[in-house]
């Protein structure tokens, strides 16, 4: 679906996918947990005709597959970049989101998106409470423990119509034992699979138009370079505290949001 933008509307989606994808470059949570609500509610903010559901579930989707590919590239020539982590988390989180998307009416909606701002909450917390401050990248992957978090994640994200990869960062960290610089480089890459798919289905429902969009991915990937150099200045204890205040803010605002 085509729809006329002015320069200033164009302009405004640019920036907001600069902005959400400097998050994502620095802590590789960059993708519609933080798009969506910021492109409905920032442009009346200032002033610009909202954009509707429809619209920005379309642009988003193509926006985040674009802006992690780079994010995931840039994370690479850092090494900090794990196909194996990819791959046991992406497939099984994928797989689960597609049953959870089919069971999604046999469990309140309102109930899940309240289990999973607890959950990041939770997640927030234990990153404070059990820091991994270390700058080395090695790690033994744990297969069962990485697709143990990347089943439920995907399940429930699945029934509530939301990724959730903003919960897995502090699940790999604190559960699987991965370096958090890996764990946001790798994050990047799960994020791909789901977003791949999302963006085919969006393309064939004719939600994406292709002149916005492309405001947005002109926006997001300089956003998404940032990011990621910020990510690599930064202390990892630094890091890890921003990280857990993102999720925690996350977490907070879905639960407002149920109760509002």
Known sequence: MVMALDIGQLGVIAVIAFATSVVGGMVGIGG????IPAFLVIPPLLGVPPLDMYRVSGITSVQVLASSVFGAALHSKRGTFDRRLVLAVGIPLMLASFVGAKLSGTVSA????????????????????????????????????????ALPVGLFGGMVGMAGGFL??????????????????????????????????????????????????????PGMWLGARISYRLHITHLRRILAAIIAAIGVGMLIRIMG
């Open 110 to 149: 309102q109930f899940l998106e309240a289990l999973f701002g607890v959950v990041a909450i939770l997640g927030a917390a234990m990153l404070l409470v059990r820091p991994r401050d270390t700058e080395s990248l090695e790690y033994t992957l744990s297969y069962p423990k990485a697709i143990g978090i």
């Open 32 to 35: 519609a947990v933080l798009l």
């Open 168 to 221: 897995l960062t502090p699940l790999l960290v604190t559960v699987v034992g991965v370096p958090l610089r890996v764990t946001i480089g790798s994050t990047l890459g799960i994020v791909i699979i789901g977003a791949l798919a999302a963006s085919l289905g969006k393309v064939m429902a004719g939600m994406v138009d292709p002149i916005p969009t492309a405001a947005a991915i002109i926006g997001a990937l």
